[in-house]
């Protein structure tokens, strides 16, 4: 399975899908969302997961700071700036629903929460995984839920990294 976003380029974010954007949430997070293409699939692909990291927040907060969860994804190819309005897949909450995101509510968090690094370029890896299932989970899931439903259900997996300057 192959995963790309034409939102990346030569391994770099471009700049509206995060804090150099000109789309945000009342609470100042970053909303428009990367374009996923995923090709190659295993047979048997019912659905698809995506999960948004950024393990260079450990040493800043503590911790691997979620930007997107989504879940149920019946296509090949999200269209960039899709999350803020989509109704065909589940999107669980990031963490900007906690105190280092101005506790915002699940509601306006379960999103991609674009790219905000504070102290110097981080990288950002965007997972993706081929399901055998639809998963049991609803909008504003956390991430620790998907990856419990996700048991015994993944086909394939693939990621892309991508950095993006602070």
Not at 70 to 84: G, H, M, P, R, V
Not at 99 to 121: F, K, V
Not at 122 to 141: C, P, S
Request: proline share 5%; with cysteine.
């Amino acid at each position: 399975m192959k995963v790309s976003s034409y939102g990346i380029v030569n391994g770099v974010i471009e700049e509206k899908y995060g804090k150099r954007g000109t789309q945000f949430n009342q609470g100042g997070m970053p909303t428009y969302s990367l374009p996923v293409l995923i090709e190659d699939a295993p047979k048997g692909t019912v659905s698809y997961a995506v999960f948004l990291e950024d393990k260079d927040a450990v040493p800043v907060c503590g911790f691997s700071w979620i930007h997107w969860t989504a879940a149920n994804i019946t296509k090949t190819e999200l269209a960039e700036n899709e999350s803020i309005t989509a109704t065909d897949y589940v999107q669980g909450t990031n963490s900007w629903s906690g105190p280092l995101g101005g506790n915002q509510s699940i509601s306006e968090t379960s999103c991609y929460g674009g790219m905000a690094p504070p102290d110097a370029p981080h990288v950002y890896e965007l997972h993706v995984f081929a399901l055998d299932t639809i998963l049991d989970l609803q909008n504003g899931f956390y991430m620790n839920e998907l990856f419990k439903a996700m048991e015994g259900h993944i086909l394939d997996h693939a990621t892309i990294k991508g950095s993006y300057a602070n």
